[in-house]
Every structure is written in structure tokens, then in C-alpha cells.
């Protein structure tokens, strides 16, 4: 079984289902992405597989435990790190602080862990007592992945990383999310940038009406005519 394996999710907000049975797995060390269409259930799928929203059906299978109904809580307990598309850091507070609010389930010494976020993000180090509202939107990006990685996840959720950002700033972040795979993190990334995040990954999921419209290697999925057509713009 992959170490992520959720399978025939259904489910959505109360009213109509905007998943329709879709099935997203993840490896160690590997980069997923999803990609699609407005509307496709991306982030839904990605919220469904962090316990943000409950399944009518299906489950979730993470480490070989089935977490179906654990809440996002324990998920982050069990190894999972979360890192939503918008109101993802502490505005008010310094860099430093939050990435020390990342380590709140910890018991040990979290002061090795930032350092090696610093490592990955040097402009973080630079600008740890500076408030994180104050940073560039790119940089804000930095510290929502820093903070999640305080709790040294098995798998890293990222929901738009590079939404708002350069083009320069996009490519650098994932530049950084190939180093955090490359450390043995498995990546489970939703991108509205998606020939650029299909050339990152490992496997690519194009959703479309909340199921599984081609499943895929990253390269496969860029190669293939009726993806690049429909999804990707020519």
C-alpha cells in the first residue's frame, strides 16, 4: 500500500458532492501534485485528505493507519503538515515566533529544526525578528512552509504555494519543496501553475468534476497532447 492512499473519496459542504470518488496516493519521498480546472475539487481533495472536510465515502490511509475520522489535529500528530492557501502565518508576530508556533506539539529541543529551516530559507535568518506581515508575499510563503515543517511532518500538504508570487519567486519555492522531498518528505501539492509544478513532480493528478481525469508521471502528463490541450494551454 502507498505510504498516502485515499481512495474513493465523495464527499463536500453540505449540499452536492464535489468529490465524485477521486483517489490520490502518495509515496515516500515523492512529489504529488494536482492539477485542474476551477472548480475541479483540487483543494477540496487536498482538505479532504487532511480531515478539513468529512467523506461520504472513502478513506484515507496514511503510514499504513487508517485516519478516515481522526480530526486535522491528530492527522499533524500523526505526521502530516498542512499548509493552506491563504491566512497561513501569524502576521503580528516575528518570523522566529512563528516558526516557534509550528513546534507546539514538540517536547524536544525545536532550536536545530530552525535552524535548518533557516538553512532552506536564508532570508528567513536574516529577517527572523522582523514580523511576518511585513514580508513580501513570497517570504510569507517561506515562513507558512517553515512552520509547517516545525513538526516535522511525514507529508507535506502545500495548497497553492505559489499563488500571487513572481515567476522568480515561484520557481526558487520549488526549487526549496524539491530539497524538502529530497530529505525524505513526501509532497502532496494542488498548483494553479501547472505546467510548472508538473515539471517537478513525480506523479500529477488532473481532476475534473471532482474525479480523476488522467493520472500520470509529471512527464507523462506533459507529454500527453489532449493534457497539454485542455489543461495546459497548447
Avoid: H
Avoid at 475541479?40 to 485528505?49: D, I, L, Y
Avoid at 526549496?176 to 498548483?191: D, T
Amino acid at each position: 500500500m502507498s505510504f498516502l492512499c485515499a481512495t474513493r473519496m465523495r464527499g463536500g459542504y453540505g449540499g452536492a458532492d464535489i468529490l465524485q470518488g477521486c483517489d490520490i496516493t502518495v509515496e515516500k519521498g515523492e512529489i504529488a501534485v494536482i492539477v485542474g480546472p476551477n472548480g475541479a475539487g483540487k483543494s477540496t481533495a487536498m482538505k479532504a485528505v487532511f480531515g478539513m472536510m468529512s467523506l461520504r465515502e472513502g478513506s484515507v490511509v496514511f503510514d499504513g493507519e487508517d485516519i478516515t475520522k481522526l480530526s486535522p489535529q491528530d492527522r499533524v500528530a500523526k505526521g502530516m503538515g498542512f499548509v493552506p492557501q491563504t491566512n497561513n502565518i501569524f502576521g503580528t508576530m516575528s518570523v522566529e515566533e512563528n516558526l516557534e508556533m509550528g513546534g507546539f506539539l514538540r517536547r524536544d529541543d525545536i532550536s536545530v529544526t530552525i535552524e535548518q529551516i533557516y538553512d532552506l530559507f536564508p532570508i528567513l535568518r536574516e529577517k527572523r525578528a522582523q514580523a511576518a506581515g511585513e514580508l513580501s508575499g513570497g517570504q510569507r510563503q517561506q515562513v507558512a512552509v517553515g512552520r509547517a515543517l516545525m513538526t516535522q511532518p511525514k507529508l507535506l500538504l502545500l495548497d497553492e504555494p505559489t499563488a500571487g508570487v513572481s515567476p522568480i519567486v515561484m520557481d526558487e519555492l520549488f526549487d526549496r519543496i524539491i530539497e524538502v522531498a529530497r530529505s525524505g518528505v513526501s509532497i502532496l501539492m494542488v498548483e494553479q501553475n501547472a505546467r510548472q509544478a508538473l515539471e517537478i513532480a513525480d506523479k500529477g493528478y488532473v481532476l475534473v468534476q471532482g474525479g480523476n481525469a488522467y493520472t500520470d508521471t509529471g512527464a507523462a502528463l506533459l507529454a500527453n497532447p489532449e493534457v497539454r490541450r485542455t489543461f495546459l494551454g497548447g
